[in-house]
Every structure is written in structure tokens, then in C-alpha cells.
């Protein structure tokens, strides 16, 4: 269950979702990943780099799986990833 605090702060209507509050940084590599497993197609890379659409569910799977650690949410408190070890990047992007 979602305590209200983690409701008030985390919980995004479908939409813009999670991206207005995504900051990408120089690390990024246009490497396109985040788009490759965005489950609404919501990500496309320009000149190098993601934009967001209007179709966010904010999955997090773009922050999760980005390769360079370059995808922030600015509320996050830590840097640190989650990534199954049961469930590689090649089986997500067969998905």
C-alpha cells in the first residue's frame, strides 16, 4: 500500500507523467535504449538525446535501464539502480 506521503510526492497521472521531472544528463549517449523499452512509445531520440510525449506511465523503465546512468528523477535521493539478474536488457528489448 502507498502511504499518502509517497502518493502526494510519486504518483503521476498518464500523461506527462514522471517526464517533467526528468532531468537528462551529459552523460547520455543518444544510445536510444530508454526509447527501445519505453512500454507507450513515449520516448523518441533527437539530435542525440530523449523527448518525452504525452503517453508517460511513469514506469520508470527509461531511468531504470538507461546504460549510462544518465536519466534522473529530481526527486530521487540516490543515483543507485535496480536491475533484475534474472531479466537481461536483450530479454526486455525482445519484449
Not at 552523460?27 to 527501445?36: E, I, K, L, T
Request: proline content about 5%; some cysteine.
Amino acid at each position: 500500500m502507498m502511504t499518502s506521503n509517497h502518493k502526494k510526492n510519486f504518483e503521476y497521472p498518464i500523461g506527462t507523467g514522471i517526464t517533467k521531472d526528468l532531468t537528462v544528463n551529459d552523460a547520455c549517449v543518444g544510445c536510444g535504449m530508454c526509447a527501445r523499452l519505453c512500454p507507450t512509445a513515449n520516448i523518441k531520440i533527437e539530435n542525440g538525446r530523449p523527448v518525452f510525449g504525452n503517453k508517460c506511465l511513469s514506469c520508470g523503465a527509461c531511468i531504470q535501464n538507461c546504460p549510462q546512468n544518465a536519466l534522473h528523477h529530481n526527486k530521487e535521493k540516490s543515483g543507485a539502480r535496480y536491475r533484475n539478474p534474472n531479466v537481461s536488457v536483450e530479454e526486455l528489448m525482445q519484449i
